[in-house]
C-alpha cells in the first residue's frame, strides 16, 4: 500500500469505507430486521464513532498541521476553529438548497415535485455520507496510511449500521427487499467521490491541511448533531442510543491511538 499515492489510498479507503453501507444492509435479504431499540442503539454508535473521529483523527491533528505554520499561539486555534465553522456551514447549505425527504421528517430544501420519491432519499442520503467520504480522503492525503486507516476503519465500522437504517426505513416504504438492499449499498458509493477529492485538495497545497482536516471534522459534526442523534431520540431509546454512543467513541478512540 506504500507505493500507491495519497490519492489511490483515499480513493480506495473510502470505498472501502462505502461498501460497508451494503454489508450492513444485508441483513434485510435475510429478512431478518433487528428491532428499532436495536437499530437506535447502532446509530448511536455510529454517532460516538464519527465523534471520535472528528476530534482525534481530524481536528487534533489539524491544529498540530497549523501550529508549525505561525508564530502567534492564536492563529491555529482560529484556523481550526473557523475551518470547522465552514465545513458545518457547508453541509447545512446542502441540507438548505437541495431538495431531499428525510424517513420521519418528511420533505425538506426547494419545492422537488417532479422529483420521485426514492431519488428525494438518495439526495438525503448523499449529503449524509459525502462529508464522511471527504474525512477518509483527507486523512489519507494528509498522513498516508497511518493518517487514513484509522478514520477509514470507523467510517466503515458506522457505515454498517446506517446501510442497515436506511434499507429498513425503504422496506416501510414499500420497497422489495432486494431493491432496498440495492439503494442502500449505492448511497454508499458517493464516499470515493468525497475520498478522492478530499485527498487530491489536500496533496495539492501544504498550507490547505489544517483547513481541510477542520472541515471535513465540521461537515461530520453537522451530521451528527442534525440527523444522527435526533433520529435515535424519536422512539424512546436514548438510553441504548447514548450506550452505543459511547462504545463507538471509546472503541474509535482506541482504533485511533492503536492504529495511529
Not at 421528517?105 to 422529483?115: D, F, K, M, N
Amino acid at each position: 500500500m506504500d507505493a500507491l499515492s495519497p490519492i489511490a489510498l483515499g480513493f480506495l479507503g473510502s470505498l472501502a469505507a462505502g461498501l460497508m453501507t451494503a454489508f450492513g444492509a444485508a441483513p434485510i435479504l435475510l429478512g431478518r430486521v433487528p428491532s428499532r431499540a436495536t437499530r437506535d442503539l447502532s446509530l448511536g454508535f455510529a454517532a460516538g464513532v464519527m465523534l471520535a473521529a472528528s476530534f482525534f483523527s481530524l481536528i487534533i491533528p489539524a491544529l498540530d498541521a497549523a501550529e508549525p505554520m505561525f508564530e502567534n499561539g492564536a492563529a491555529p486555534a482560529a484556523i481550526v476553529s473557523i475551518a470547522i465553522l465552514l465545513g458545518m456551514g457547508a453541509v447545512a447549505l446542502m441540507n438548505e438548497k437541495l431538495p431531499h425527504e428525510h424517513f420521519k421528517t418528511g420533505r425538506e430544501g426547494p419545492e422537488a415535485a417532479s422529483l420521485r420519491r426514492v431519488w428525494l432519499f438518495i439526495i438525503a442520503i448523499t449529503i449524509h455520507n459525502f462529508p464522511e467520504g471527504l474525512a477518509v480522503g483527507v486523512g489519507f492525503g494528509s498522513g498516508g496510511v497511518e493518517g487514513g486507516l484509522p478514520i477509514a476503519i470507523g467510517i466503515g465500522l458506522q457505515n454498517a449500521p446506517e446501510g442497515l437504517a436506511v434499507a429498513v426505513a425503504l422496506l416501510g416504504e414499500g420497497y422489495s427487499k432486494l431493491r432496498a438492499w440495492g439503494i442502500a449499498a449505492l448511497t454508499g458509493l458517493v464516499e470515493p467521490v468525497g475520498g478522492l477529492l478530499g485527498a487530491g485538495i489536500i496533496t495539492l497545497s501544504e498550507p490547505i491541511l489544517p483547513w481541510g482536516l477542520a472541515f471535513a471534522a465540521g461537515a461530520m459534526l453537522y451530521v451528527i448533531s442534525h440527523e444522527i442523534i435526533p433520529e435515535t431520540h424519536r422512539s424512546g431509546h436514548q438510553n441504548k442510543a447514548t450506550l452505543g454512543l459511547a462504545i463507538g467513541l471509546v472503541l474509535m478512540l482506541f482504533l485511533d491511538v492503536w492504529l495511529g
